[in-house]
Structure formats: C-alpha cells, structure tokens
C-alpha cells in the first residue's frame, strides 16, 4: 500500500457542487428575485414541465419537502385512520412519520440482508385486510424489487406509493425509479443527488386525478384563490428552490455517472466484508456508498482521525425509537435490520471527490481491516 500524506476528506460537499455551476445557480436565482414572483411562479410550472419529462411520466407536482410528498401521497389516495401501509423497518424515520401523521398505522418489515432492499416474501405476510398500501423505499438510491411488489400490490388491491427521495435519476429496466407506483415521491433535500438550496420535494404521477388532487392538497384546497374545495396545507416548492433545480437537473445525469465510476472503484480495491448489492437490470443513484464492517464504530473512529468524514444511515431502527414504541414491536423482531444498522458505515461518494481523496479512503480502510484481521 502506498503512504498518503494525511489530507481531509468531508462526507459531502455542497461548495465545490457550487462552484462548477456558478455562473448559472447565480443567474438563475438572480432572475427570480428580479421578477419578485417568489410562489407558485413560472419557475415552478418549468421545472414540474421539465422534471416530468425527465421522469418520463405525465405529471410532477413540486412540494415543501420529501416528507411532506409521502403525507400527501397518502392523503391523496385516501389513507388515514384504521388503514395500514407496509413499509421496511430499515430506512429514515420520514417514510413512517407519514405514515403516522395521516393516521394509519405503519406495519414494518425485515429487508434483504444483501440489497438492503424490503423483503418481498415478508410484505406478502404482513398483508392483512387492513392493508391499503405498499411503501417501499428505494434505499441509498438502490431499486427495492419492484417487478415482484407490483404484482402482489396489483393481486391484493393494494396502491403502490414509491419512496424515492433518495434515487434521482435511478432506474429499474432502464425505467426511472418513482414511476412505476401510483405515485413516486422525490426529496431535494441539499445533499441529495438532485438537491435544492434548502428544503423541497415533488411527487410524479400518471393519474389526472391524483395529480389535480395533489395540485390541492399542497396549496390550502384551493381549486382557484380564495376558493377552498377541500382539505390541504401550505406545502409549495417555491420559486427560487425550483430555479435552482432547474439548473441542476441538467447536470444529474452526469453527476450520477461519476458517483456510479467511483462506486465501482470502491467495489474493487476495497477489502470491505459487504457492500450493497445491486442486482441486474437495476442501476443505483449511489446516493450513498455504504460499507459493512463489524468493527464499525472503531472503524468511523480511525477514519475521523485521518480526517475522513462518515455517517451511519441509520444507526437506530425504527422499531426500536423511542417515538414508535406503541407499535408493539421489539428488539429480535427484525434481525437483518438489526444487523445492518450495528455494521453499515457511509462512507464519501460524490462528483466532486478527487481521485486522490479516494484512493486516501480506501487506502485508509484497508489498512484498517487488514490491521484488525482475526
């Protein structure tokens, strides 16, 4: 192994992001706040147009944030109270907080000790008769198995709701992930691969109804001002952040590109016991690059003293917060979850990080396991 000279490395970085496409983030917000249209503007109407098209699906509506799109997904199709929606215990605590917030009842599953994905033997098992829907979450940008959870949403009635917040630009068959539900929801939370300049989110959709009940829901349920039809909140992407994504979305595809080169060097040169699988057919965001280690926490100690910045997503199941206690569930009910979140580190992964910083990681991490071989 060759000697580095000790450098840091940060989990993310939004500036350097920022100063590849400066002269158009600038110009894009300075036309905004020059029109003083700053809600529910032209800008916004662009971007759902051309997010839409990118998607290749007929209708985007944009919205406050990821969190707020799964809640208004799940009110849109008319799921609330008495009603349960299946969804994997290991994923962020926005997808069951949604769930939750409607009032229905989130019924957790195990996942795939390999993909990370939801198992699809244990949803057709948790299906009862109050299930309404399906939720998976494509986690770390990776598809969940949607072939197999179309066919048991479509055998039992169930709606299909995809959690797509953290795969911009992923796809399954060459389809991009968020169309193939009755609704797919986006987060553009910053660090995302398609990330705004604070808060934001947008839901994609093929039913006209859905759409023009979603276009309601996130603006008070108005069908024109002043004029409230039915129920809804103050959930908007406003102008400048929709200007900002604009931009943005023309880089994506590139972006992905280069976080998929530098994922699969960290696939051959890193001496990691496990990273995620990625089956055929399938091509991950790599939002996250994630890494098992069962020295994990002696492992993210070592690289903070190299200076190389990691994350755990996420190292509390949500069966085990505090927060979702009432539903019964235990430590032992989902052992792969359990196991996962004892092992998984996140380590660096974006378009910016230079050759030398990762070969610096991974020559870091192999020095590491072979330093702490059994």
């Given at each position: 192994?060759?000697?580095?000279k000790?450098?840091?490395?940060?989990f993310?970085?939004?500036?350097?992001?920022?100063?590849?496409?400066?002269?158009?983030?600038?110009?894009?917000?300075?036309?905004?706040?020059?029109?003083?249209?700053?809600?529910?503007?032209?800008?916004?109407?662009?971007?759902?147009k051309?997010?839409?098209?990118?998607?290749d699906?007929?209708?985007?509506?944009?919205?406050?944030s990821?969190?707020?799109?799964?809640?208004?997904?799940?009110?849109?199709?008319?799921?609330?109270k008495?009603?349960?929606?299946?969804?994997p215990a290991?994923?962020?605590?926005?997808?069951t907080?949604?769930?939750?917030?409607?009032?229905?009842?989130?019924?957790?599953?195990?996942?795939?000790?390999?993909?990370?994905?939801?198992?699809?033997?244990r949803?057709?098992?948790?299906?009862?008769?109050?299930?309404?829907?399906i939720?998976?979450?494509?986690?770390?940008?990776?598809?969940a198995?949607?072939?197999?959870?179309?066919?048991?949403?479509k055998r039992n009635?169930?709606?299909?709701?995809?959690?797509?917040?953290?795969?911009?630009?992923?796809?399954f068959?060459?389809?991009?992930?968020?169309?193939?539900?009755?609704?797919?929801?986006f987060?553009?939370?910053?660090?995302?691969?398609l990330?705004?300049?604070?808060?934001?989110?947008?839901?994609a959709?093929?039913?006209?109804?859905?759409?023009?009940?979603l276009l309601?829901?996130?603006?008070?349920?108005q069908?024109?001002?002043?004029?409230?039809?039915s129920?809804?909140?103050?959930?908007?992407?406003?102008?400048?952040?929709?200007?900002v994504?604009r931009?943005?979305l023309?880089h994506?595809?590139?972006?992905?590109?280069?976080?998929?080169?530098?994922?699969?060097?960290?696939?051959?040169?890193?001496k990691?016991?496990?990273?995620?699988?990625?089956?055929?057919?399938?091509?991950?965001?790599?939002?996250?690059f994630?890494?098992?280690?069962?020295?994990?926490?002696?492992?993210?100690?070592?690289?903070?003293?190299?200076?190389?910045?990691?994350?755990?997503?996420y190292?509390?199941?949500?069966?085990?917060?505090k927060?979702?206690?009432?539903?019964?569930?235990?430590?032992?009910?989902?052992?792969?979850t359990?196991?996962?979140?004892?092992?998984?580190?996140?380590?660096?992964?974006?378009?910016?990080?230079?050759?030398t910083?990762q070969?610096?990681?991974?020559?870091?991490?192999?020095?590491f396991?072979?330093?702490?071989?059994?």
């Amino acid at each position: 192994m060759n000697n580095y000279k000790k450098m840091s490395v940060p989990f993310v970085n939004l500036k350097a992001q920022y100063k590849s496409i400066k002269p158009e983030i600038d110009t894009a917000i300075k036309r905004v706040i020059s029109g003083q249209n700053f809600i529910l503007g032209s800008e916004l109407e662009a971007f759902e147009k051309e997010f839409a098209n990118y998607l290749d699906t007929r209708y985007v509506v944009g919205v406050n944030s990821g969190t707020d799109g799964l809640i208004l997904a799940l009110l849109a199709l008319g799921i609330g109270k008495g009603d349960e929606v299946i969804t994997p215990a290991n994923s962020y605590v926005a997808t069951t907080t949604a769930i939750v917030f409607v009032g229905a009842r989130p019924i957790l599953v195990d996942c795939d000790p390999n993909t990370y994905q939801i198992d699809v033997k244990r949803v057709e098992k948790a299906i009862t008769k109050k299930t309404k829907a399906i939720l998976p979450v494509h986690l770390y940008g990776a598809p969940a198995p949607l072939d197999k959870l179309q066919i048991i949403a479509k055998r039992n009635k169930l709606f299909l709701i995809e959690d797509a917040c953290q795969a911009h630009g992923a796809t399954f068959r060459n389809k991009k992930l968020g169309t193939f539900g009755d609704i797919g929801v986006f987060s553009f939370y910053p660090s995302k691969n398609l990330g705004a300049y604070g808060d934001g989110g947008a839901l994609a959709t093929n039913d006209p109804k859905l759409y023009n009940q979603l276009l309601k829901l996130r603006n008070y349920g108005q069908t024109k001002k002043y004029h409230h039809d039915s129920f809804g909140i103050n959930s908007r992407l406003d102008e400048i952040q929709a200007a900002v994504l604009r931009v943005k979305l023309k880089h994506l595809d590139k972006w992905n590109r280069e976080r998929t080169q530098r994922a699969n060097i960290y696939k051959k040169l890193l001496k990691v016991k496990k990273t995620q699988e990625i089956l055929d057919n399938r091509k991950s965001s790599y939002y996250l690059f994630v890494i098992e280690s069962e020295n994990r926490d002696e492992l993210q100690k070592y690289l903070l003293e190299k200076e190389i910045h990691t994350l755990i997503h996420y190292p509390i199941p949500i069966h085990l917060q505090k927060a979702y206690s009432y539903l019964g569930y235990k430590k032992g009910n989902f052992p792969y979850t359990e196991k996962i979140a004892e092992e998984i580190l996140s380590i660096p992964l974006y378009p910016d990080l230079k050759k030398t910083s990762q070969e610096y990681i991974i020559d870091s991490i192999n020095k590491f396991i072979v330093a702490n071989k059994k």
